[in-house]
């Protein structure tokens, strides 16, 4: 297997469980190393640290998959899918829909796995993992029962790896799917939704919104296919209503909402979020729970400035929809915004509004992201409750 040198003190991270090794980091590379190729790491002294896949052309050039060496690489892909579903099983055990694969945070680095039913959508971030994906979906086949087998990747960040965009059926066919996420029923239409499907990252978090909504009038902002809503009409909420600017996403709702056979009275908005906050606020209308979950404002560092002032706008607005003594439910999935960037622009956000807020509640992603301890980066969703004081008077 041919080999790749760090410089000097370059292993100390790598030794301390992160999982890349940067470009700038290496000292020498033996000529002649395909993209996807499995490398050994070595310390400036000779000694090995891990081996990985390797990729000339990304700033991440080796994404390391084992501390040793690797002598049969399907086994090592077998035993960490395995765990992963393990892992799962344990955390949902009467489910069979979740993030199966969180890439590098279940030790599968540029591979997400998710699984509706016996349905398993792929997400494929690694030249190496593209390379070898027959082996996993072999795996995925032989070992937990796949019937269908196909990707709904994301072009950006295939782009970042000089991956070529577009789609693969690897295994059957793409074709609708019913999950239940332990309490609400999903129509999945994959043709259509975000993602690979739907949004497993806030599943505990849908959960947690049903001890504040009973009785009460809810807005689910960017509602995507309904999954905060749908839980609060679970929990008797008395109003729910949707707002998207996706007419797709606004019919998921809804037709989410129609095979669940809830009764709380809806509303559906097919709108700009900002521009119906805008126009909410303008009308001195509230509700007593608005929940928003905007997509990320922020794909790389030179985002952060603008995507601190979007957060901050955002829920000045949603501030200013929330009745006294009532909640807002606010995510940021942006990796690059860090929970004190988070918290710091919902501080100014609430002073700009006049609203006193108290933090109640704070969390990460569900339990089937989990997280890295070494790695940062495993680690990016964002999601806070904040009970909402009456106006502030400002002299």
Same mark, same amino acid.
């Given at each position: 297997m041919k080999k790749i040198t760090l410089k000097r003190n370059e292993d100390r991270r790598i030794r301390n469980g992160h999982l890349w090794v940067?470009?700038?980091? $290496? &000292?020498?590379? &033996?000529?002649?190393?395909?993209?996807?190729? /499995? +490398?050994? +790491?070595?310390?400036?002294?000779?000694? /090995? $640290?891990?081996?990985? =896949?390797?990729?000339?052309?990304?700033?991440?050039?080796?994404? $390391?998959?084992?501390?040793?060496?690797?002598?049969?690489?399907? *086994?090592? =892909?077998?035993?960490n899918i395995l765990n992963a579903f393990q892992l799962r099983k344990e955390l949902y055990p009467d489910g069979n829909s979740y993030r199966l694969s969180f890439s590098e945070s279940d030790f599968l680095p540029g591979l997400i796995i998710d699984r509706y039913n016996n349905t398993y959508v792929l997400q494929i971030y690694s030249y190496g993992m593209e390379k070898n994906v027959s082996l996993i979906v072999e795996i995925l086949k032989e070992e937990l029962n796949a019937e269908n087998i196909f990707t709904k990747n994301e072009d950006y960040f295939r782009t970042l790896e000089g991956l070529p965009s577009g789609d693969t059926v690897y295994f059957g066919e793409v074709k609708n799917e019913l999950i239940n996420d332990g309490a609400v029923d999903y129509l999945i239409n994959f043709e259509k939704g975000h993602k690979t499907g739907f949004y497993f990252d806030q599943r505990d978090n849908r959960f947690f919104i049903e001890k504040l909504v009973n009785g009460k009038n809810v807005l689910d902002a960017f509602c995507n296919s309904g999954g905060f809503g749908l839980h609060a009409a679970k929990a008797d909420a008395a109003k729910v209503t949707f707002v998207d600017s996706s007419a797709n996403e606004i019919e998921s709702a809804k037709e989410n909402y129609r095979i669940n056979? =809830?009764?709380?009275?809806? *509303?559906?908005? *097919? *709108?700009?979020?900002?521009?119906? /906050?805008?126009?909410?606020? %303008?009308?001195?209308?509230?509700?007593?729970?608005?929940?928003?979950?905007?997509?990320?404002?922020?794909?790389?560092?030179?985002?952060?400035?603008?995507?601190? #002032? %979007?957060?901050?706008?955002?829920? #000045?607005l949603a501030l200013q929809c929330v009745s006294g003594g009532g909640y807002l439910v606010t995510s940021s999935c942006s990796y690059h915004i860090t929970r004190d960037d988070f918290i710091e622009s919902l501080n100014n956000a609430s002073v700009k509004a006049g609203r006193h807020i108290q933090l109640v509640y704070f969390n990460s992603a569900s339990m089937d992201h989990p997280k890295l301890p070494a790695m940062p980066e495993t680690s990016y969703l964002k999601f806070g409750v904040f009970k909402v004081s009456g106006d502030i008077k400002i002299s």
């Open positions: 940067f470009s700038n980091e $290496i &000292e020498r590379t &033996e000529e002649a190393i395909d993209n996807g190729e /499995l +490398v050994q +790491v070595i310390d400036s002294k000779g000694g /090995l $640290i891990g081996t990985g =896949f390797y990729n000339k052309n990304s700033l991440i050039s080796v994404r $390391i998959l084992n501390a040793g060496n690797i002598d049969d690489l399907q *086994e090592v =892909f077998r035993k056979n =809830f009764t709380a009275e809806t *509303e559906f908005t *097919e *709108e700009d979020v900002f521009n119906y /906050l805008e126009k909410t606020a %303008g009308a001195g209308k509230k509700f007593d729970v608005v929940m928003v979950d905007p997509p990320a404002f922020a794909k790389s560092r030179k985002n952060i400035p603008t995507a601190k #002032k %979007g957060y901050e706008r955002l829920n #000045k």
